[in-house]
């Protein structure tokens, strides 16, 4: 009995010792499975998001902008329904949700904003010059009764009507004139003009800068090398 026993002890510390080992064995085997799921996934989304970049490189450039636009366009259209079914004013409901502080910075956005875009042509100038001036008409409603009983008929005048030297403009109008006319006058004082090129002068440059510098150098100096670019000139300097 004694031998039996002493032969089954030992299987029992062999089992006791490779149990270790095979738990180890389990959590390496787990924990590559999971390093395995897990680059399967960043694969995965890799992928994605390439597809995805690829898509936005195709895009126009100014997709983003245009996408924020038809999102605030069907949000204002579902703003309109919903006012609609209340039975309320869309514009004073919008009115109401903006801020003080929002009013503000728009108000000071508008008066910074420049309204005169510069020469585009004839008639767009024309047009701005004819806006600035009837903003500035102040109706008469006195002197405009006055002038329809002297003129009588003709204050409407028809094709068969002479009007020609009848009307005689009162002397606030004239000043009025006079000071704009002015004010264009200083106006177009105020802008540079670019000065035409001279065919006949000598070229003292090899190119648009250096003819800038050897301006400003002359002009600060010239008086001071006139003899020696002379003699440089002839050919005579030591």
């Known amino acids: 009995m004694a031998s039996s026993a002493e032969v089954v002890a030992p299987s029992n510390e062999e089992e006791t010792t490779e149990t270790p080992a095979a738990q180890k064995r389990e959590d390496r085997l787990r924990k590559f499975r999971e390093l395995h799921f897990k680059r399967n996934e960043a694969r995965k989304l890799n992928h994605q998001e390439v597809v995805e970049e690829d898509k936005r490189l195709k895009l126009p450039s100014n997709w983003e902008a245009k996408k924020a636009r ?12 919903e006012c609609a079914e209340q039975g309320e004013d869309y514009d004073r409901v919008k009115l109401l949700e903006i801020s003080a502080e929002d009013a503000e910075r728009w108000e000071r956005k508008k008066k910074k904003r420049n309204p005169d875009p510069g020469f585009s042509g004839y008639a767009e100038a024309q047009l701005r010059q004819y806006q600035r001036l009837t903003k500035q008409i102040k109706p008469d409603m006195e002197n405009y009764e006055k002038q329809r009983e002297e003129c009588g008929e003709d204050f409407h005048p028809t094709p068969n009507s002479l009007i020609h030297g009848t009307h005689v403009p009162s002397k606030d109008s004239i000043d009025r004139m006079v000071d704009d006319v002015e004010k264009q006058i200083e106006k177009r004082s105020k802008y540079s003009r670019r000065r035409a090129y001279n065919d006949d002068a000598d070229i003292d440059y090899i190119n648009e800068r250096n003819a800038k510098f050897n301006k400003k150098a002359e002009r600060f100096y010239g008086k001071y090398t006139a003899e020696i670019k002379q003699n440089l000139e002839r050919g005579t300097a030591v």
């Open 70 to 81: 038809l999102e605030y366009e069907l949000m204002v259209d579902q703003k309109k329904k």
